[in-house]
């Protein structure tokens, strides 16, 4: 499978810039950061849907999904409550090849995130497409787990880790910005970590 490394990491290895400002190391120590209830999804009957500014709109099941040819990520995440986590490996599918099957339309610029629960984030189109955003049910080589997503969760790891939803059921395309659930609440609109785009009004 192919294997993407995260942006950046390889080159910062070992050095402190590695973690981006106001980051620390949490080791192996992965926290749950869960807003609402936590759903419990049977894999089986779980689906993803590519929808909105698209040709094609279209829903994969956990099955269809598989078929997908796999991509991984091997590299750091980083929560805007300040823990990074180094050297992390999830496997799914890139965000791409859905991108591709459904074909989105040239007005399409930003896509809303949903997951099944009602959480929503909203990213550029540009942050989930060039080989930067999967969708993951794997980390460590397991199923991911259901406190961090599982089945399905988005994984956007060079943005703040807010904007990987867990549980992720839908990508709406759109050709505005609108904002999602952190973003109402304060958040930034992208999220760059290395930038702090931690909050509305952060450069
Ligand atoms: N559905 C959903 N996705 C979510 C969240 C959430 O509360 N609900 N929290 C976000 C935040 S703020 C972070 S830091 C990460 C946390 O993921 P983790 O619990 O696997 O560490 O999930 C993001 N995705
Ligand atoms: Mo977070």
Redesign the pocket.
């Known amino acids: 499978m192919p294997v993407t490394r995260g942006f950046g990491s390889g080159r910062r290895r070992g050095r402190p810039e590695r973690l981006p400002p106001g980051q620390y190391d949490t080791g192996r120590d992965?926290?749950?950061?869960?807003?609402?209830a936590q759903p419990d999804l049977d894999p089986e009957h779980c689906t993803m849907t590519v929808d909105g500014l698209v040709d094609r709109p279209r829903t994969w099941s956990w099955r269809d999904l598989h078929a997908l040819p796999g991509s991984s990520y091997f590299g750091d995440?980083h929560?805007?409550?300040t823990w990074s986590m180094i050297d992390t490996t999830f496997a799914g599918v890139s965000v791409d090849t859905l991108l591709e099957l459904a074909a989105p339309k040239r007005e399409a610029a930003y896509v809303m995130a949903h997951?099944t629960?009602g959480?929503t984030?909203n990213l550029p189109l540009a942050d989930i497409t060039g080989g930067k955003a999967w969708i993951a049910w794997e980390y460590d080589g397991r199923p991911l787990a259901a406190?961090?997503?599982g089945p399905l969760?988005?994984l956007v790891p060079h943005l703040?880790?807010?904007?990987?939803?867990?549980?992720?059921a839908r990508l709406e395309l759109m050709s505005d910005d609108r904002p999602g659930?952190?973003e109402q609440n304060g958040y930034h609109d992208r999220g760059d970590p290395w930038l702090e785009q931690r909050y509305q009004g952060d450069p």
């Open positions: 992965w926290p749950v950061l869960t807003a609402e995440i929560c805007v409550t997951s629960t959480y984030t406190e961090h997503g969760r988005l703040y880790f807010w904007k990987s939803a867990k549980w992720v659930f952190w």
